[in-house]
């Protein structure tokens, strides 16, 4: 049930880089609104195949948005969380249709969503350089259009790559609802993009049954995520955590577009 998982390493290397990706996906949405969620996704790529990658995840990923929903719940827009989820349901629905007509081409997809995690996270670091730097950067303006353009974008790189995140962040950021808001929307958010996505993943296989098993077995990990996330909130400077955070991104992100053009 668990043959996808990687020949030649050693099982407590694998099931601490899991264990490592659970906690920090449970720090993230109870902690920053799921802005941080997407380093999870390289260090799990780095270990399985992509398909399997997006069945573990996102069970793990809706028992964190459960726990965060309830954690910021009357912090949310909804006017945002209205116009973003609408367009990530046409991205999604897209994005299905495009999988279901290459479901042959899985070695190409596999590769092909490698390098697009790997370009994606490591465009999301130096975006959040640039702006911790003071650089003038693109502005989303506050409108339906613009709310369900991004939606669209979100839903596509939710659909294929569980890295919605960053696109939102960088919307959600232009909006001006300061820090507790913007966490509490964007975890709106995400929760129901994430069950928008759960019978098309059914569907395609996705949510495979090895894939759900390997991942019900590290759910117990979340709520400890979700304490710690809500711990660093409050108590851990942020500059310095983002530091941290960047840093390992962009070394994941690196070995995994190494990987997929090796290939």
Known sequence: MFDFLPNGVPLWFIVTMLALAAIIIGVSKSGFGSTTAIIAMPIIANLIPIEQTLGFMLPLLMVADAIAIKQHWGRQSWKHVEWVCSGAFAGIMITMVALWLL????????????????????????????????????HVPESRAGGIGCGIVTGVVSTIANAGGPVVSIYMLEQGLGKTKMAGTMVAMFTLINWMKVPGFLFLGILSPGAVLLSVCFLPIIPVGSLLGIWLHGHVNEKLFNGVIYSATAASSILLIFKAIAN
């Open 103 to 138: 479901a042959n081409q899985t070695m190409l997809i596999d590769e092909a969503v490698r390098l697009l995690v790997g370009i994606l996270c490591l465009a999301f670091v130096f975006f959040q350089l640039a702006r911790s730097m003071g650089m003038k950067l693109p």
